[in-house]
């Protein structure tokens, strides 16, 4: 069963041709050029996607389903992308409808993080874990939540918008409208801009400086990490508060779902035993030790090929074609 999965972020669109297995036959990337709005990026994202199959010897005719992963948030019901924070002039996009008149064939759509949280339950390292956290860990943060076997949306869809729950209500304010978020202390992109404030209001000599060029504008959650592997005293410090506050937001999920694993994508990733080791310590503070204990807390293992695999993932559960029924 031939699939078309479509990741669209803010700084990068991929696409492949796969099947429900999550096996990807082909994949090409391109950058979202999110200014030039949505109908001129869609073309684009349809010619590839034509492309890719033109490359195969197929057509879409041959597709039995699309799959699409986008920045929340989102409306599964009115199949919209509403809002997303970091993609500025994209609002209510229709993208299912789109894809539907673009491909001939149904659409699916999902969040990131719950697209991730999909690919990780059917095609991931810990696949078939029925009580899965899936953490995004990048520009921003966010959840897919799947519990009981099942991925959970909730209401309006924004189960899992775990990066906007507020660990201090006197905490620096968040883009979101609200203060002190999860977030603001630990999003890659809220992470460099509120050291930047600081290494410029204060003058701050510091290696996540020397690791931008001695430019400011140029201070990047990599070179907070490369800064904190040369044991550079301002870095640790800000390392030591981010751990904690990871910890903070961990530890809460843990308490509120119980889950077996929580997968953490891209920074966890990059960090490696660095984040991993003391936050494995440190949630012990904000979560009872049963639930610590019962949960296991990895990286993903599906990095590089995760967007992908969360948008194969989104169209195999909208068809429901998988070895298990994992939407409700
Ligand atoms: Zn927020």
């Not at 699409?68 to 970091?86: T, Y």
């Not at 999902?110 to 991730?116: H, I, Q, R, T």
């Not at 070179?223 to 904190?228: D, M």
């Not at 949960?295 to 998988?322: D, F, K, N, Q, Y």
Request: with cysteine.
């Amino acid at each position: 069963m031939k699939l078309l999965g479509i990741d669209l972020g803010g700084t990068k669109i991929a696409v492949c041709l796969g099947d429900e297995t999550g096996t990807i036959l082909s994949a090409r990337r391109m950058p979202t050029l999110s200014p030039e709005g949505p109908p001129a990026c869609l073309r684009r994202t349809a010619d590839l996607a034509r492309a890719l199959l033109n490359e195969a010897g197929l057509s879409a005719r041959d597709l039995a389903a699309v799959g699409i992963a986008a920045p929340g948030p989102v409306s599964l019901r009115e199949g919209l992308m509403l809002r997303p924070p970091n993609m500025a002039g994209w609002i209510n996009v229709p993208l299912v409808k789109w894809a539907e008149e673009a491909f001939g064939c149904p659409a699916y759509m999902n969040n990131d993080a719950n697209a991730c949280a999909l690919a990780e339950y059917l095609y991931g390292s810990c696949r078939g874990t029925p009580n899965l956290v899936y953490l995004t860990m990048s520009t921003g943060l966010g959840a897919g939540i799947i519990l009981g076997g099942r991925l959970i949306q909730g209401a309006t869809d924004l189960a899992g918008e775990v990066g906007h729950h507020v660990l201090d209500l006197n905490g620096p304010p968040c883009p979101c409208g609200q203060r002190g978020c999860l977030e603001i202390y630990c999003g890659g992109m809220n992470v460099a801009n509120r050291l930047r404030e600081r290494i410029v209001a204060e003058n701050i000599r510091t290696a996540i400086l020397d690791e931008a060029g001695g430019d400011p504008a140029a201070i990047d959650f990599r070179g907070f990490l490369a800064a904190v592997k040369k044991n550079d005293p301002f870095a640790l410090e800000a390392w030591d508060e981010y751990l904690e506050r990871l910890a903070q937001g961990v530890g809460n999920v843990i308490m509120f779902l119980n889950p077996q694993v929580i997968l953490m994508g891209t920074i966890a990733i990059h960090a490696g035993d660095l984040l991993l080791g003391p936050l494995r310590e440190r949630v012990k503070r904000y979560a009872w030790a049963p639930s610590v204990e019962a949960c296991r807390i990895l990286p993903s293992a599906l990095e590089g090929r995760i967007g992908e695999l969360s948008a194969l993932a989104v169209a195999a559960a909208g068809l429901g074609r998988t070895d298990k029924t994992v939407l409700p």
